[in-house]
Antibody, heavy 122, light 107 residues
Framework: QVTLKESGPALVKPTQTLTLTCTFS??????????VSWLRQPPGKAPEWLAR???????FYSTSLKTRLTISKDTSKNQVVLKMTTMDPVDTATYYC??????????????WGQGTLVTVSS | DIQMTQSPSSLSASVGDRVTITCRAS??????LNWYQQKPGKAPNLLMY???TLQSGVPSRFSGSGSGTDFTLTISSLQPEDFAIYFC?????????FGGGTKVELK
């Protein structure tokens, strides 16, 4: 059974760095083809993809946010960590991690964590 | 980035109605199109990928079609558990982008 769960602070101050951890089970990021993405969803808005890390340590970032994001993995702990610098109130959102699956060339997010609400406020 | 536009942004329907949601891409994405359903306080749930392939466990009243820039999600007979927000997503090119969502409400 595949599960993912996000953890991190519920409140961060403007200009601070946010660190979120995704702890997952039911698959391994050392297995060829496995990938995990981070997404966020501001209240009442659509999801936005942020970053992805692959089994071979390939890393991909949102075009508009790439200068602020760093994604990493700890395969032994089944964890993926996302760091976002220079937080601003507009970054207030629910942050999700999701397994990114590929069937041939079609990608989709088939398992998601429950999400963690991060509020940016002084 | 590829822009995804959904219409309508919301609709009101009754149980048993046939519902159609449209998604348009700003450029051709072949059939690299996913649909998700999201209920309040929950993560999005994958309904369909490759424009028309149902994810395991999704009821057959959901269907998808389209290719290129225009896509539709159809619910053949709306059930009480289908009242939710629906998002399309393209996976043709990074970054994978979502439509703005369509909220299906009870009439």
């Amino acid at each position: 059974q595949v599960t993912l769960k996000e953890s991190g602070p519920a409140l961060v101050k403007p200009t601070q760095t946010l660190t979120l951890t995704c702890t997952f089970s039911g698959f391994s990021l050392s297995t060829s083809g496995m990938r995990v993405s981070w997404l966020r969803q501001p209240p009442g808005k659509a999801p936005e993809w942020l970053a992805r890390i692959d089994w071979d340590d390939g890393k991909f970032y949102s075009t508009s946010l790439k200068t602020r994001l760093t994604i990493s993995k700890d395969t032994s702990k089944n964890q993926v960590v996302l760091k976002m610098t220079t937080m601003d109130p507009v970054d207030t959102a629910t942050y999700y991690c999701a397994r990114t699956n590929y069937l041939n060339n079609w990608a989709y997010f088939d398992y998601w964590g429950q999400g963690t609400l991060v509020t940016v406020s002084s | 980035d590829i822009q995804m536009t959904q219409s309508p942004s919301s609709l009101s329907a009754s149980v048993g109605d046939r519902v159609t949601i449209t998604c348009r891409a700003s450029q051709s994405i072949s059939n690299y199109l996913n649909w998700y359903q999201q209920k309040p306080g929950k993560a999005p749930n994958l309904l369909m990928y490759a424009a028309s392939t149902l994810q395991s466990g999704v009821p057959s009243r959901f269907s998808g079609s389209g290719s290129g820039t225009d896509f539709t999600l159809t619910i053949s007979s709306l059930q009480p558990e289908d009242f939710a927000i629906y998002f399309c997503q393209q996976t043709y090119r990074n970054p994978f982008t979502f439509g703005g969502g369509t909220k299906v409400e009870l009439k």
